[in-house]
């Protein structure tokens, strides 16, 4: 079925935004706990299958990203920065929860990812960000992909989130077979029609197919509207942009404009996007108190080429454990809080913003699971280093890799989904970071103490994990 609401785009952004402040109001806990005095507002942009290389900021040559290049001038930028999976259902899991996906079965060898057929989502017993935020006195927000579940009991608003207004999973499923052209080609030659994806207000459908060539614009729109909306009170915005991942599309205004084609057409408009955000948050006067903290779920989809970004000088890109799958940009905005110009090669995650974010508003761990994050709070003010040096690669459900500072053991690597069988390493292949961040020269043979030491810490970490059962795999 198709329904098209395309004339009913204004009203149902005023819903979404109407929504979002009579769930705050009526819900028990947030009118009983004031938020701490010192938490700032929080907005995460996350964007979907960008590259290390994909910004100006981060090297690329011919990507205009000036929103972003001011913003990470303006704030921190991070040189080795993590996403917790090489793909975007476990590892938007993993930031939702400081968690990695191991631990609640976000993850499969399988399925990679959810799908439309699939009956699985994130746990209801797992705390996301949203709830964390919420019990503290918060207004919650989630625009754009969710891909954490998109039946009811999994969707943003069942996830601590007062309001959603986005795609629930990626924006190449529900794909029309009987419309374009066939296979690969479709992909290489986008037309929005032959995606059946939906397009949602809270649990409601409000247009099948989305028109994907307007969806950042919408996006961006919606979210600034959140912001206004709550302005004098703490809030939580989620932006999840759907692009880069392919299709690829872009509104009008920025088709056809970029030196780096249709790929950079898309990167451009989505820095115009964080340049609109971040000028709201300065127009309403609160910037100085709200930290956004802009980053991807996974490194380039490298098979799609030029519709695929970079990984810039890292190797391998998204499925893949090698640094270009799983280190992307990283970049912390907060001015007056945060020092401007600061660039910090201290190892950083996704799932530290849960920890950390916990921390600032003063709300302990629970101690009844194990979490995976560490508190950025020193190194975002400047008053200490990271407290992670240590970060585990998984591919899916296998650990394969593990770096603790300079360092990085590979048990196994492979290259995206698709692409060149795995090859197993025995012994471990080993690589010094700091000064190979390409990956190309393995010096395990001249450091036999540190293979010896970095295997010891990837037992010890898989005693940790405690099987459970694979949501995604659940049909």
Request: proline letters at 7%; glycine letters at 10%.
């Amino acid at each position: 079925m198709r329904v098209s609401c395309r004339g009913m785009l204004v009203p149902a952004l005023l819903i979404w935004i109407v929504v979002s402040g009579v769930s705050r109001a009526s819900d028990p806990a947030s009118s009983e706990l004031a938020p701490n005095a010192q938490a700032p507002n929080v907005v995460i942009i996350y964007c979907d299958d960008l590259g290390y290389g994909d910004l100006g900021c981060y090297g690329h040559p011919t990507i205009k990203t000036p929103n972003l290049d001011r913003m990470a001038a303006e704030g921190l930028k991070f040189t080795s920065f993590y996403s917790a999976a090489p793909v975007c259902t476990p590892s938007r899991a993993a930031l939702m929860t400081g968690r990695l996906p191991i631990r609640n079965g976000m993850c499969s060898s399988r399925r990679r990812v959810l799908f439309p057929d699939s009956a699985g989502g994130l746990p209801d017993s797992e705390i996301t960000i949203a709830e964390l935020l919420k019990q503290n006195g918060y207004a919650t927000g989630c625009v754009g992909k969710w891909h954490l579940g998109h039946h009811p009991q999994f969707l943003p608003t069942a996830q601590g989130f007062d309001a959603y207004f986005g795609i629930p999973y990626s924006n190449d499923m529900d794909r029309l077979n009987d419309i374009g052209p066939r296979g690969r080609q479709a992909f290489l030659e986008p037309d929005t029609r032959y995606w059946n994806v939906p397009l949602m207000s809270n649990e409601e459908i409000i247009e099948r197919p989305a028109d994907q060539n307007t969806i950042t614009r919408r996006y961006t729109e919606a979210s600034i509207e959140f912001i206004q909306a709550h302005r004098d009170k703490p809030f939580f915005l989620y932006l999840a942009h759907s692009m880069p991942h392919v299709p690829l599309f872009a509104s009008e205004r920025f088709r056809n404009t970029s030196e780096r084609g249709l790929y950079g057409d898309v990167i451009e408009e989505i820095d115009w996007s964080v340049g609109q955000i971040l000028q709201t948050l300065r127009d309403e006067g609160i910037e100085e108190q709200t930290l956004v903290f802009f980053s991807s779920d996974n490194g380039p989809w490298l098979v799609f080429d030029l519709h695929g970004g970079s990984a810039g000088l890292l190797r391998g890109g998204k499925g893949s454990t090698w640094e270009g799958g799983m280190r992307v940009p990283g970049i912390a905005w907060w001015p007056g809080h945060i020092e401007a110009g600061r660039v910090t090669s201290d190892m950083a995650c996704t799932m530290d913003l849960f920890v950390t974010l916990s921390s600032m508003v003063g709300q302990p761990l629970p101690d009844d699971r194990a979490y995976d994050g560490f508190d950025l709070t020193d190194l975002l003010m400047g008053t200490g280093p990271s407290t992670r040096d240590v970060m585990y690669y998984y591919r899916d459900d296998r650990l394969l890799a593990v770096r603790k500072g300079p360092w990085k053991m590979h048990l196994e690597t492979q290259a995206g989904y698709g692409q060149a069988e795995p090859t197993v390493h025995d012994p471990p292949a080993l690589y010094h970071l700091g000064y190979d961040a390409s990956e190309k020269n393995d010096v395990s043979a001249a450091n036999p103490e540190v293979v010896t030491e970095l295997r010891s810490m990837l037992e010890q970490h898989a005693g940790t994990v405690e099987p459970v059962e694979s949501q995604l795999e659940r049909r």
